[in-house]
């Protein structure tokens, strides 16, 4: 029988941490280390952008041109690309691990769960932004364009000098849009008021307009991001079920070390210890005397009343 953790009892954050940062890491490298061959991704790309113009839902054009010809929206837009992804999905897991500990243990998983399954996808298919294709295709990096305002280059969000330790063909699926909906559903679900429910449904609205308008996702990109975090949510709680059982069948160190005994000790051998009173080994219940002490007692009482018949 799974066992499953008791509601509201709060998580360890001396775990947590580690977890979580072993996640983290372990996306980090695997979508550096998964770049695949450039040809390929740019194939990926052309031909997502091609089943796009096909069905004519290729949003990123008129966004892209809009934010190129308007700073004031194209700049907020870099900012918001290059800081949100990482301040706001971690601000709202803390919220949650504080305020929502019964639902933190789900959440977290599904998280989680999502994001290496995103892994998967930049691994099995590199996949070029719009901002890298050649310039006939119609895209302008609005993170080149207004880097003089930021941190960030010519290479997405990463600081300039280090776009060498990003990896910019892993369109496929955005996971920009996919934590923002995760940060949407947890707003919308959990948050209070009529606030919390307008900004779970305006924050990943926004990502995925950003994304798009920057030239860094394809519409498609987006869409796999919600698939993504689809199939994490269908995941998170088999995942804990499994987890529960495996945590179960792990040996378990006993609390007790066996009793070897001492020169100095004196307790009987075979003493029983029962509600805080100590039995000998010959004792049934505690302080009750021994069968030869009973049967002595019988005796003597029986020969007291003989001598009072006497008499």
């Known amino acids: 029988m799974s066992h499953t953790p008791a509601l509201g009892k709060r998580p360890r954050w001396w775990t947590e941490l580690p977890l979580i940062a072993v996640v983290y890491v372990l996306y980090s490298a695997g979508r550096l280390l998964a770049r695949g061959e450039v040809s390929d991704a740019v194939d990926h790309g052309l031909s997502i952008l091609h089943i796009e113009k096909v069905l004519r839902i290729n949003l990123e054009h008129p966004l892209n041109r809009f934010f190129t010809h308007h ?9 918001a690309y290059a800081s949100l992804h990482y301040l706001v ?17 789900f959440l977290r998983a599904w ?13 099995l298919l590199p996949t070029s932004p719009p901002r890298l ?9 609005t993170m080149a364009q207004y880097g003089s305002y930021g941190w960030w280059g010519g ?8 776009g060498g330790l990003t990896n910019q063909y892993a369109a496929m699926p955005s996971l920009h849009v996919g934590w923002a909906l995760w940060c949407g559903v947890v707003l919308w ?18 990502i995925a307009i950003v994304v798009m308008g920057t030239a860094n996702h394809y519409l498609l990109d987006a869409v796999a991001g919600i698939a993504v975090m689809g199939v ?9 079920r499994l987890a529960e059982r495996v945590r179960n069948r792990l040996p378990r160190i006993s609390r007790t070390a066996p009793h070897t005994g001492s020169p100095g000790e004196t307790h009987a051998a075979g003493a029983v210890v029962s509600g805080g009173c100590e039995t000998s080994a010959g004792e049934r219940f505690p302080r009750q005397p021994a069968r030869a002490d009973v049967a002595d007692s019988h005796g ?12």
Do not use: H
């Open 189 to 206: 679900r959990y948050g209070r008021g009529r606030w919390a429910r307008i900004a779970g449904v305006a924050y990943p609205l926004g």
């Open 89 to 105: 999905t971690p601000a709202i897991l803390i919220w949650v691990f504080k305020c929502r500990p019964a639902n933190y243990s």
């Open 111 to 123: 998280l989680m769960i999502a994001t290496l399954i995103g892994l998967v996808g930049f691994t």
């Open 300 to 311: 003597d009482a029986r020969a007291d009343s003989a001598a009072t018949a006497a008499r």
């Open 71 to 79: 700073a004031l929206f194209g700049i907020p837009a870099d900012f």
């Open 155 to 162: 290479d997405a969000s990463a600081p300039r000098g280090l």
């Open 232 to 240: 994490g949510l269908l995941l998170a709680k088999p995942a804990l």
């Open 133 to 141: 294709l050649e310039a006939s295709q119609g895209f302008v990096d």
